[in-house]
């Protein structure tokens, strides 16, 4: 390899300094990249591209002096971390740039690049009070990945773009792969934008069902894509760029006025009424158009507003809170309904959303994915549940896929589902078949019904297993039998159990340890464990931090065993002021 070329001596036309922050502006900074690279040579350099995340929001919410004052104290910052030798810039509005030339080693910029999002964490002081940020970083390397400036730049340009993709406060190296996503994302969009002319842009609609009846009330509009020559493309894909672009807004005015349109068209067939929700993207939401074009829609098509629902997300909503409560309140003002989208993922502020003139909340689907196992997030989704209904709010989970998440937030009195356990999202075709159909959702057990006095064993060896379920069946319990934590959860998510019979040594989990996540996420079973006299200190901890109600030593006295579950069961329906219910006459597992 050869060194890079030196660039001319004299900066070009308009460089010099930033004059907020002080430091230089993108043709200096250039300049000095373009002469530090052949200096550092043979030892390598590295440049990180900085863009703080949600800086925008900072200038909406706080005022620009608020925003300025964030870009010199980050400014400051950066140059007290950065090293001897460094160069730093300030490239456009909240993008910055660091070069570190001659590096012994290249993960050090990976080292400093954690400086700099370990910096944006300490509070910034604002007019409004402190607040915290964060950053996506994008780095490309010379000589590794280019040895001329230009490009460096340019590379490092993408690595930042796919950090942005990922997320926020993300980090990302340029890899030449990035260089085949670029040329593919460039196509893409202006692929996405002939979409628009050429209506290649449908709605498909996934059902929304109600828990206690199992019977469809409305459905969600999802945007499809159906790209010539390609097929449909996955929403994840073109979606962020739909956002990004600016294009969401006409596309999701688009999607109002269409969604619009179904409903009348059912409403027209003698269907019976149907509401229809459709997202509405941040960037669509702070559109100062978007009340206009709701209320063109409705009057467009005729529809009663209540059957339109629009989801806005948290983050979409706390961009600018003063002006959400007025968009929120003209939208509700003509009888449209409001749900928060993806509910306990962004701010969650109990102030906003009592201020916030809404209907429903929708739980996201990274509670529900492990509902049934996690206590954590059992504890998130039952909070939401009770919260939402002490508001008078509807709950939507989304994302719902078995039997058992639909049964444990069944018995949550959560009110509606939506996911793959019920349907997929179809095309309108397809979905009126469903509705004339009209096959209901099988009500979870132990919602709107009688509860049985169930048994619940936990023992992974098949004989003992056995010989408790024939010994407890006789006293007439419906017992459920599992032979370990995993099939023992299960069973507690799709079935109302008052009592817990478990084992203390099993090869997936100790006793103790499953029984304590049960207590979490059931507090009202009682939990008794089998175990050996070695095991009496583990044991009686357990006890004393409330995981288990009683423990017996192996081996067990059949005749003292069925006595005393059966004083358990006298005492949870005594402790819960209800009747305790009558034996079932064929037990059942």
């Known amino acids: 390899m050869t060194p890079p070329p030196a660039p001319p001596a004299q900066p070009p036309a308009g460089a010099g300094h930033d004059s907020l922050t002080g430091l ?61 030798r460094a160069a730093i810039g300030r490239l456009g509005n909240d993008e910055f740039a660091l070069l570190l030339p001659a590096l012994a080693q290249l993960r050090q910029a990976g080292e400093v690049a954690e400086l700099i999002r370990t910096a944006l964490h300490q509070p910034f ?25 230009a490009t460096l730049l340019r590379y490092a340009g993408l690595a930042l773009q796919q950090a942005r993709r990922a997320g926020l406060d993300r980090c990302c190296h340029f890899t030449d792969a990035m260089q085949c996503d670029a040329r593919d994302h ?64 006409p596309v999701g005015a688009w999607v109002i006025d269409q969604a619009c349109r179904r409903i009348a068209a059912w409403a027209a067939l003698g269907e019976r009424p149907l509401g229809i929700a459709v997202n509405v993207a941040s960037r669509q939401f702070a559109d100062t158009r978007l009340e206009d074009i709701v209320a063109q829609a ?25 002006r959400t409560a007025a968009t929120l309140a003209a939208l509700r003002a003509m009888g449209v309904r409001i749900a928060i989208d993806d509910f306990g993922t962004g701010y969650s502020s109990l102030a906003y959303l009592k201020r916030f003139p809404v209907d429903a909340l929708k739980i996201d689907i990274s509670f529900i994915r492990d509902v049934t196992s996690n206590p954590d997030d059992a504890a998130v989704v039952d909070t939401i549940i009770a919260m939402a209904h002490s508001l008078k709010l509807e709950v939507v989970a989304e994302g719902v896929e078995t039997e058992a998440q639909l049964a444990y937030l069944g018995r949550q009195r959560c009110d509606q589902i939506q996911g793959y356990h019920y349907s997929r999202p179809l095309p309108a075709a397809q979905l009126e078949g469903l509705l004339r159909d009209d096959l209901p959702l099988g009500v979870p057990e132990g919602v709107g019904t009688v509860a ?16 408790l379920q024939r010994l407890l069946r006789a006293d007439g319990y419906r017992v459920l039998a599992a032979n370990g934590a995993a099939q023992a959860l299960a069973l507690l998510a799709r079935h109302p159990v008052q009592l817990i019979l478990c084992d203390q040594h099993m090869a997936e989990m100790r006793g103790t340890e499953l029984l304590d996540q049960v207590r979490q996420m059931y507090p009202d079973t009682f939990r008794i464990i089998l175990t050996g006299h070695n095991d009496l200190g583990a044991i009686m901890e357990a006890v004393h931090r409330g995981a288990l109600y009683r423990f017996y030593t192996k081996p067990w006295d059949n005749r003292t065993l069925r006595e005393n579950i059966g004083a358990a069961f006298r005492h949870y329906w005594q402790l819960h002021g209800l009747a305790e219910p009558a034996p079932v006459l064929a037990a059942g597992g």
């Not at 250039?30 to 590295?46: D, N």
């Not at 049985?452 to 010989?467: F, G, H, M």
């Open 298 to 322: 409705l009057a467009r098509h005729g529809i009663a507003p209540g059957l339109l629902s629009l989801e806005v997300t948290e983050s979409a909503m706390m961009d600018d809170p003063g």
């Open 186 to 249: 460039h196509q893409l969009k202006h692929a996405l934008r002939h979409a628009c002319a050429q209506g290649e842009f449908e709605l498909y609609y996934q059902p929304k069902v109600r828990i206690d009846s199992g019977r469809i009330t409305g459905a969600e509009a999802l945007l499809r894509w159906n790209r010539p020559g390609h097929g449909q493309v996955a929403p994840s894909e073109f979606l962020p760029l739909l956002e990004r672009s600016g294009l969401i807004v």
């Open 125 to 149: 002081d604002l007019p409004g009070g402190p607040a915290t940020l964060t950053a996506c970083i994008g780095i490309a390397a010379c000589p590794a990945d280019t040895d001329d400036a």
């Open 24 to 84: 230089p502006n993108r043709q200096l900074f250039t300049h000095t990249l373009a002469r530090q690279l052949p200096a550092a040579w043979p030892r390598a350099s590295a440049l990180l591209l900085i863009d703080l995340d949600g800086f925008r929001a900072i200038n909406d919410r706080h005022g620009h002096v608020a925003g300025d004052a964030v870009l010199r104290q980050f400014a400051r910052r950066l140059g007290l971390l950065a090293p001897a």
């Open 452 to 467: 049985e006095r169930t048994l619940l064993i936990i023992d992974d060896e098949p004989n003992v297993l056995n010989a």
